[in-house]
């Protein structure tokens, strides 16, 4: 009787995962159509280019693929945590680009001091997430103080984060022999490649790291029962002795730490420049990929990974796309884009479903 | 059988909603044309279903509805009211932001639009109401002056009014039934939903009463007594019988003196309450609801801030210290509304299961790790000991019918070894098994010489339950006493505003209502 | 003296480009809001309409096609954006990202397979909106008035306006006297997208005259704290969008002053109109009120 109840518990369960999978894979479907319908509307072969993108990212043809895959799956796994973490709590936290450029920053300035060599890599990431969380707790302070919106205020800071850093890179931190860079990282702060000759380095290990520590703090942790309490219902978290101010605040900060790991990674982590280049053009958008990593996972840090390389296939398959169907490789944001708004249409294959019957009954 | 005067009939109305409760079993209604009609009943008894049935707002789940003779479906309110039906709430559906102006000609087309006429209904009506202000800067009593002149405006000639006096002073009651007259005589059907006998016997021509979804009867005022109205309302139909020990009281455990307490919208909402509830006992609070009870339990329970006055807790005075720190204390409390305040219905039944004692040493490990085992074995031992039907302690709370759902919150306020238990409403809309059992628990925790405050509207229950009994209204104690020194008809007077003072002074309870 | 009239001149002239988008942008999504539709996805709609305004201008060498072709694309996303919240229920602020992101590669994508370059284009002379002559300002800045005070009427002075506000502040009291809420949150969600559309025109085809995947600059979400700003209100928002404006002119002259520039640098003045925008949202807090059932479906029953 006892076990046969808890068998209809895991059922109940797994209906309802089954269901969102359905759900995120029909959006995934949705996407790649409407994207190839574009492509073939500005005049490329969406065939063509779909399979040049598969071969040149999850191919297993050659690894070096697949560690470029894996190797853009890094940076957004860690800003989808800081969506994601806010989702939990209730909030729109799309500040993730910021705080990464926040926690680049970081990097770059204790990769600036002159350290004894097993330091730097400790420092990067201590500096780094520390900036990062304290650039979003400036979010979460002025919702909670001031009651401004998060998704405004985030994304002014993003903004003002962006000017902050490239106003460092070309004055407080400057390459002395390569003016498009910051200062590298020095080769003992750099963390070691996975696979030589790709990109792909031990921050990915770093990144399935903070992505269980995430879901064990969600999950195991009364900080995370607490911010999953206040997400769901913030009356009945007040009600169970919660003070939802503080549990957003957490949020925001751990949120903050996440995007920052991304931030450090990238500077710590990727080869060749370990530094931020010209217009941070090697960290922009890593925060927005991010919230569309988040959704695709359900904003569950297990979905997250799966869903995080996903998301680095395609950034990785773009190349491939490029050169030879030579569709630009941004087709692959548009996929994304797509992606999260048929996302955004809830019950919408219960709405096709019951057309479908309606017609089938028609038949009948 | 509806005869040629008749205007609104109503048969056999069932109304079952999609939780399972069943509001109506079955009621038959009908109103004469001009008349003002009496709908009475305690809360719950399908007055309000009934009602939302006829303007359209709900469809019965069987039945059929004539109006002026002719059978009618209604999908929406909109439909109801080109048929001239229309329906004053409680919450008014008003526009607060707009002016009265605005509210009235809402949704109308342009070339209907005629400022002069609605002057002119102000004037034949006297409803006067300022047309430029602005709604939320108004009084209750002018809101709903606006709504009854926006209905008349859209040509309604049956009109609904749900407990149209609750939030209105003794003068705008006045005035308001001064209206209604007026209205009558211009052949306007009026139906009044309350629970106030005074005011039935006031204003209507005729009277319905319902009780538990089932009508009791139908009267002419002018044949009706109070007497008679409030044992036709409240009228024993007693299910069953809790056995139990005379009471033991020890230490007054919760005090609350000279209590005041602000409702959402500003206004006072519990105005100098005092009471003390003793160990072993249960102390009751009755009345109908929206008397200031719901504020007043959230005061004590940390939820709602106190104005003045204070709470005190096993001698400590606690007032507007947060729920944690009342909970470490030994307050257990089981709230309203359990899917609003007291499940987080997404979440697990294990992790409903410790919501608000998450932070105990016994769930929460050296790394603030909770300790799932041990929580599992809590939530395994509420479900066991409470016989509750759950696919399993890993399923989410929403997926329990509201029976379970109600009783892994008393489960887990009880697990907490309490003091004071707060229950307010604690078997609202469960089953007879189900209300039966947190029934005999809360004597149970009463043998146990733990003090109970129960609050409901459900009038069986607090008075079978308390060993002294309060009757709310309008934010104020209408008199304390034990349940069995009071009669049906005691109780019901003071549930409808008579002062227990006033009751008891006089020998004979008629005389008091014609003096007043 | 004339060199500072001259001075004073420009900056006033800056200000009305700088505050156009923003108030095209903010007036619309006070109607939207107004009816309860949050829309978060205005600085995509800039950036989509931007760009499409270049394209069809550019094919049809007319300026005023390529602004019709913005605010069509405008109010094809507005439509999109308002079944999914209006019809369906979905959750605003989701479908809200989502169009940013479209937006965000679309564009990208688009530039490059239009032109053949990386995101940066600048269509011909011909594409670009004229100059009215004499006072030197853009018909648009014109346009933003006349439809901005146009929305204030609709919304305050016509049964439209009234349906429209009693929708997002009341939709069951709406709903009871037989407004279609949906149907009038499908409407004001096109309105408002079909307005950010023309700010994206007027950014892409006249201000700037350029496409860029970073068209908008943020400029999307500073109209929504300018929609806060306003309380919700289109006249309040040309005030406050003139404000903004004027701001961002006078730091973006200041920060090119050969004595300023030595002491700070342009790329960190560049944070002030978002640490301006910030301040001001911050310093607002319990004067400005949302329409009371703002970003929530409506659900009868």
Same mark, same amino acid.
């Given at each position: 009787?006892?076990?046969?109840?808890?068998?209809?518990?895991?059922?109940?369960?797994?209906?309802?995962?089954?269901?969102?999978?359905?759900?995120?894979?029909?959006?995934?479907?949705?996407?790649?159509?409407?994207?190839?319908?574009?492509?073939?509307?500005?005049?490329?072969?969406?065939?063509?280019?779909?399979?040049?993108?598969?071969?040149?990212?999850?191919?297993?043809?050659?690894?070096?693929?697949?560690?470029?895959?894996?190797?853009?799956?890094?940076?957004?796994?860690?800003?989808?945590?800081?969506?994601?973490?806010?989702?939990?709590?209730?909030?729109?936290?799309?500040?993730?680009? #910021?705080?990464?450029?926040?926690?680049?920053?970081?990097?770059?300035?204790?990769?600036?001091?002159?350290?004894?060599?097993?330091?730097?890599?400790?420092?990067?990431?201590?500096?780094?997430?520390?900036?990062?969380?304290?650039?979003?707790?400036?979010?979460?302070?002025?919702?909670?103080?001031?009651?401004?919106?998060?998704?405004? @205020?985030?994304?002014?800071?993003?903004?003002?984060?962006?000017?902050?850093?490239?106003?460092?890179?070309?004055?407080?931190?400057?390459?002395?022999?390569?003016?498009?860079?910051?200062?590298?990282?020095?080769?003992?702060?750099?963390?070691?490649?996975?696979?030589?000759?790709?990109?792909?380095?031990?921050?990915?290990?770093?990144?399935?790291?903070?992505?269980?520590?995430?879901?064990?703090?969600?999950?195991?942790?009364?900080?995370?029962?607490?911010?999953?309490?206040?997400?769901?219902?913030?009356?009945?978290?007040?009600?169970?002795?919660?003070?939802?101010?503080?549990?957003?605040?957490?949020?925001?900060?751990? #949120?903050?730490?996440?995007?920052?790991?991304?931030?450090?990674?990238?500077? !710590?982590?990727?080869?060749? @420049?370990?530094?931020?280049?010209?217009?941070?053009?090697?960290?922009?958008?890593?925060?927005?990929?991010?919230?569309?990593? @988040? *959704?695709?996972?359900?904003?569950?840090?297990?979905?997250?990974?799966?869903?995080?390389?996903?998301?680095?296939?395609?950034?990785?398959?773009?190349?491939?796309?490029?050169?030879?169907?030579?569709?630009?490789?941004?087709?692959?944001?548009?996929?994304?884009?797509?992606?999260?708004?048929?996302?955004?249409?809830?019950?919408?294959?219960?709405?096709?479903?019951?057309?479908?019957?309606?017609?089938?009954?028609?038949?009948? | 059988?509806?005869?040629?005067?008749?205007?609104?009939?109503?048969?056999?109305?069932?109304?079952?909603?999609?939780?399972?409760?069943?509001?109506?079993?079955?009621?038959?209604?009908?109103?004469?044309?001009?008349?003002?009609?009496?709908?009475?009943?305690?809360?719950?008894?399908?007055? !309000?279903?009934?009602?939302?049935?006829?303007?359209?707002?709900?469809?019965?789940?069987?039945?059929?509805?004539?109006?002026?003779?002719?059978?009618?479906?209604?999908?929406?309110?909109?439909?109801?009211?080109?048929?001239? &039906?229309?329906?004053?709430?409680?919450?008014?559906? +008003?526009?607060?932001?707009?002016?009265?102006?605005?509210?009235?000609?809402?949704?109308?087309?342009?070339?209907?639009?005629?400022?002069?006429?609605?002057?002119?209904?102000?004037?034949?009506?006297? +409803?006067?109401?300022?047309?430029?202000?602005?709604?939320?800067?108004?009084?209750?009593?002018?809101?709903?002056?606006?709504? &009854?002149?926006?209905?008349?405006?859209?040509?309604?000639?049956?009109?609904?009014?749900?407990?149209?006096?609750?939030?209105?002073?003794?003068?705008?009651?006045?005035?308001?039934?001064?209206?209604?007259?007026?209205?009558?005589?211009?052949?306007?059907?009026?139906?009044?939903?309350?629970?106030? *006998?005074?005011?039935?016997?006031?204003?209507?021509?005729?009277?319905?009463?319902?009780?538990?979804?089932?009508?009791?009867?139908?009267?002419?005022?002018?044949?009706?007594?109070?007497?008679?109205?409030?044992?036709?309302?409240? $009228?024993?139909?007693?299910?069953?019988?809790?056995?139990?020990?005379?009471?033991?009281?020890?230490?007054?455990?919760?005090?609350?003196?000279?209590?005041?307490?602000?409702?959402?919208?500003?206004?006072?909402?519990?105005?100098?309450?005092?009471?003390?509830?003793?160990?072993?006992?249960?102390?009751?609070?009755?009345?109908?609801? #929206?008397?200031?009870?719901?504020?007043?339990?959230?005061?004590?329970?940390?939820?709602?801030?106190?104005?003045?006055?204070?709470?005190?807790?096993?001698?400590?005075?606690?007032?507007?210290?947060?729920?944690?720190?009342?909970?470490?204390?030994?307050?257990?409390?089981?709230?309203?509304?359990?899917?609003?305040?007291?499940?987080?219905?997404?979440?697990?039944?294990?992790?409903?299961?410790?919501?608000?004692?998450?932070?105990?040493?016994?769930?929460?490990?050296?790394?603030?790790?909770?300790?799932?085992?041990?929580?599992?074995?809590?939530?395994?031992?509420?479900?066991?000991?409470?016989?509750?039907?759950?696919?399993?302690?890993?399923?989410?709370?929403?997926?329990?019918?509201?029976?379970?759902?109600?009783?892994?919150?008393?489960?887990?306020?009880?697990?907490?070894?309490?003091?004071?238990?707060?229950?307010?409403?604690? !078997?609202?809309?469960?089953?007879?098994?189900?209300?039966?059992?947190?029934?005999?628990?809360?004597?149970?925790?009463?043998?146990? $010489?733990?003090?109970?405050?129960?609050?409901?509207?459900?009038?069986?229950?607090?008075?079978?339950?308390?060993?002294?009994?309060?009757?709310?209204?309008?934010?104020?104690?209408?008199?304390?006493?034990?349940?069995?020194?009071?009669?049906?008809?005691?109780?019901?007077?003071?549930?409808?505003?008579?002062?227990?003072?006033?009751?008891?002074? !006089?020998?004979?309870?008629?005389?008091?209502?014609?003096? @007043? | 003296?004339?060199?500072?009239?001259?001075? &004073?001149?420009?900056?006033?002239?800056?200000?009305?480009?700088?505050?156009?988008?923003?108030?095209?942008?903010?007036?619309?999504?006070?109607?939207?809001?107004?009816?309860?539709?949050?829309?978060?996805?205005?600085?995509?709609?800039?950036?989509?309409?931007?760009?499409?305004?270049?394209?069809?201008?550019?094919?049809?060498?007319?300026?005023?096609?390529?602004?019709?072709?913005?605010?069509?694309?405008?109010?094809? &996303?507005?439509?999109?954006?308002?079944?999914?919240?209006?019809?369906?229920?979905?959750?605003?602020?989701?479908?809200?990202?989502?169009?940013?992101?479209?937006?965000?590669?679309?564009?990208?994508?688009?530039?490059?397979?239009?032109?053949?370059?990386?995101?940066?284009?600048?269509?011909?002379?011909?594409?670009?909106?004229?100059?009215?002559?004499?006072?030197?300002?853009?018909?648009?800045?014109?346009?933003?008035?006349?439809?901005?005070?146009?929305?204030?009427?609709?919304?305050?002075?016509?049964?439209?306006?009234?349906?429209?506000?009693?929708?997002?502040?009341?939709?069951?009291?709406?709903?009871?006297?037989?407004?279609?809420?949906?149907?009038?949150?499908?409407?004001?969600?096109?309105?408002?997208?079909?307005?950010?559309?023309?700010?994206?025109?007027?950014?892409?085809?006249?201000?700037?005259?350029?496409?860029?995947?970073?068209?908008?600059?943020?400029?999307?979400?500073?109209?929504?704290?300018?929609?806060?700003?306003?309380?919700?209100?289109?006249?309040?928002? *040309?005030?406050? #969008?003139?404000?903004?404006?004027?701001?961002?002119?006078?730091?973006?002259?200041?920060?090119?002053?050969?004595?300023?520039?030595?002491?700070?640098?342009?790329?960190?003045?560049?944070?002030?109109?978002?640490?301006?925008?910030?301040?001001?949202?911050?310093?607002?807090?319990?004067?400005?009120?949302?329409?009371?059932?703002?970003?929530?479906?409506?659900?009868?029953?």
């Amino acid at each position: 009787m006892g076990s046969l109840s808890s068998l209809k518990g895991k059922l109940v369960l797994l209906k309802g995962t089954l269901e969102k999978l359905v759900e995120i894979i029909f959006a995934i479907i949705v996407g790649f159509v409407i994207a190839g319908l574009m492509m073939y509307m500005g005049g490329f072969d969406p065939i063509k280019a779909y399979a040049a993108m598969f071969e040149t990212s999850l191919s297993l043809t050659d690894p070096y693929y697949i560690a470029m895959t894996l190797s853009f799956a890094t940076p957004v796994m860690l800003t989808a945590l800081t969506f994601a973490i806010g989702v939990r709590a209730g909030l729109f936290n799309i500040g993730a680009e #910021g705080q990464m450029y926040m926690g680049a920053l970081g990097a770059v300035i204790v990769a600036s001091w002159t350290l004894p060599g097993p330091l730097y890599l400790p420092l990067a990431f201590i500096v780094g997430s520390l900036l990062a969380a304290a650039w979003g707790l400036i979010a979460g302070l002025l919702k909670v103080l001031r009651g401004v919106n998060e998704v405004v @205020s985030t994304i002014m800071l993003n903004w003002i984060a962006f000017w902050i850093v490239e106003y460092a890179r070309v004055y407080v931190y400057p390459n002395p022999i390569d003016a498009s860079k910051t200062i590298s990282m020095p080769p003992p702060g750099r963390l070691p490649l996975l696979i030589r000759g790709t990109e792909l380095s031990v921050s990915f290990i770093i990144a399935i790291i903070t992505v269980f520590i995430v879901y064990y703090l969600l999950w195991h942790m009364v900080l995370g029962y607490e911010i999953r309490a206040t997400g769901l219902n913030p009356t009945a978290a007040r009600y169970g002795g919660i003070n939802p101010k503080k549990t957003m605040l957490w949020a925001f900060i751990i #949120g903050g730490i996440a995007a920052g790991l991304a931030g450090v990674s990238e500077i !710590t982590g990727r080869p060749p @420049s370990y530094a931020i280049t010209t217009g941070l053009s090697n960290l922009f958008g890593y925060g927005f990929d991010g919230i569309a990593v @988040s *959704l695709i996972g359900a904003n569950h840090p297990l979905g997250i990974i799966p869903a995080a390389i996903f998301i680095g296939a395609l950034s990785a398959g773009s190349r491939g796309m490029q050169t030879t169907a030579g569709v630009p490789l941004e087709m692959v944001k548009a996929v994304q884009g797509i992606i999260v708004w048929a996302l955004a249409m809830p019950g919408l294959i219960r709405l096709i479903r019951r057309r479908m019957i309606r017609r089938r009954g028609v038949e009948l | 059988m509806p005869r040629n005067d008749t205007i609104v009939y109503m048969k056999d109305i069932v109304k079952v909603y999609p939780d399972g409760t069943v509001a109506l079993r079955g009621v038959d209604f009908e109103v004469k044309k001009g008349e003002i009609h009496g709908l009475l009943g305690e809360n719950g008894a399908g007055k !309000t279903t009934l009602m939302k049935i006829l303007s359209g707002l709900l469809r019965p789940t069987s039945g059929e509805i004539y109006i002026r003779g002719r059978k009618v479906h209604f999908k929406s309110a909109s439909e109801a009211l080109k048929h001239g &039906i229309g329906m004053v709430h409680q919450h008014l559906a +008003l526009v607060p932001a707009f002016t009265a102006y605005e509210n009235i000609i809402l949704g109308l087309p342009g070339k209907v639009i005629d400022r002069k006429k609605i002057e002119e209904l102000m004037e034949t009506t006297g +409803l006067k109401i300022p047309l430029d202000a602005k709604v939320e800067d108004l009084p209750f009593g002018v809101r709903q002056r606006i709504e &009854i002149l926006k209905m008349l405006y859209r040509n309604v000639d049956i009109l609904i009014l749900d407990e149209p006096t609750t939030n209105l002073t003794p003068i705008e009651t006045k005035e308001l039934f001064e209206t209604l007259r007026n209205l009558k005589k211009q052949g306007k059907t009026i139906i009044f939903i309350t629970h106030k *006998l005074r005011e039935v016997l006031e204003v209507t021509d005729r009277v319905t009463v319902l009780r538990r979804g089932r009508v009791v009867g139908v009267v002419e005022t002018s044949k009706a007594t109070p007497e008679m109205l409030a044992k036709m309302m409240v $009228g024993r139909e007693v299910v069953f019988r809790i056995e139990k020990k005379p009471a033991r009281p020890g230490e007054p455990v919760l005090v609350v003196k000279d209590l005041w307490v602000r409702s959402d919208l500003g206004g006072w909402a519990v105005k100098g309450v005092s009471f003390a509830v003793y160990s072993g006992e249960i102390f009751g609070i009755a009345g109908v609801e #929206g008397n200031g009870q719901s504020e007043l339990v959230e005061a004590i329970t940390g939820l709602r801030r106190v104005e003045k006055g204070q709470v005190i807790l096993m001698g400590r005075d606690v007032t507007n210290k947060p729920p944690s720190e009342l909970y470490r204390m030994g307050l257990s409390h089981i709230p309203e509304d359990r899917q609003k305040l007291g499940l987080v219905l997404d979440m697990t039944v294990a992790e409903n299961s410790v919501l608000g004692i998450h932070r105990l040493k016994k769930f929460i490990g050296k790394l603030l790790n909770m300790k799932w085992k041990n929580i599992n074995v809590h939530a395994k031992k509420i479900i066991e000991r409470f016989e509750i039907v759950a696919p399993g302690v890993r399923a989410p709370a929403r997926s329990l019918s509201g029976g379970n759902q109600q009783k892994l919150v008393v489960g887990r306020e009880l697990s907490k070894t309490p003091v004071v238990i707060v229950a307010a409403q604690p !078997t609202r809309g469960l089953d007879v098994a189900a209300t039966e059992y947190i029934r005999k628990i809360l004597i149970k925790m009463r043998d146990e $010489g733990k003090a109970v405050l129960l609050v409901s509207a459900d009038l069986d229950e607090v008075l079978q339950l308390s060993d002294r009994v309060a009757i709310m209204y309008e934010g104020e104690f209408m008199g304390i006493a034990k349940p069995e020194e009071l009669t049906e008809e005691q109780i019901g007077l003071m549930m409808g505003g008579y002062h227990m003072d006033q009751l008891k002074n !006089t020998s004979s309870n008629r005389k008091v209502l014609e003096a @007043s | 003296m004339t060199e500072e009239l001259v001075m &004073i001149l420009d900056i006033l002239r800056g200000t009305s480009y700088a505050m156009t988008p923003l108030i095209l942008a903010a007036v619309g999504e006070i109607v939207a809001e107004r009816a309860g539709i949050v829309n978060i996805g205005l600085e995509g709609i800039m950036l989509l309409s931007g760009f499409m305004a270049v394209v069809f201008a550019e094919m049809a060498m007319n300026p005023w096609i390529g602004v019709l072709a913005g605010i069509g694309m405008g109010a094809l &996303i507005g439509l999109i954006h308002g079944y999914i919240t209006a019809y369906l229920k979905g959750d605003h602020i989701i479908s809200g990202l989502g169009i940013n992101l479209f937006a965000l590669g679309t564009v990208a994508f688009g530039i490059e397979a239009v032109w053949g370059v990386r995101g940066y284009y600048t269509p011909p002379l011909e594409a670009k909106v004229p100059i009215i002559p004499g006072i030197e300002i853009s018909p648009l800045f014109i346009v933003m008035i006349l439809i901005t005070i146009g929305t204030y009427y609709l919304l305050y002075k016509t049964s439209i306006g009234l349906k429209i506000r009693a929708v997002g502040e009341n939709p069951e009291a709406a709903d009871v006297v037989g407004v279609n809420v949906e149907l009038t949150q499908l409407l004001s969600a096109v309105y408002g997208a079909a307005l950010a559309g023309l700010a994206g025109a007027f950014l892409s085809i006249d201000w700037l005259a350029a496409i860029t995947k970073e068209l908008p600059a943020g400029r999307g979400f500073i109209a929504l704290a300018l929609v806060n700003f306003a309380n919700w209100n289109p006249i309040l928002a *040309l005030g406050g #969008g003139a404000l903004f404006g004027f701001f961002w002119t006078l730091a973006e002259w200041i920060k090119n002053m050969a004595a300023i520039k030595a002491i700070i640098p342009v790329t960190l003045m560049n944070t002030i109109p978002y640490i301006a925008t910030i301040a001001v949202v911050a310093g607002l807090i319990g004067r400005s009120r949302p329409p009371a059932h703002v970003g929530r479906p409506y659900k009868r029953e």
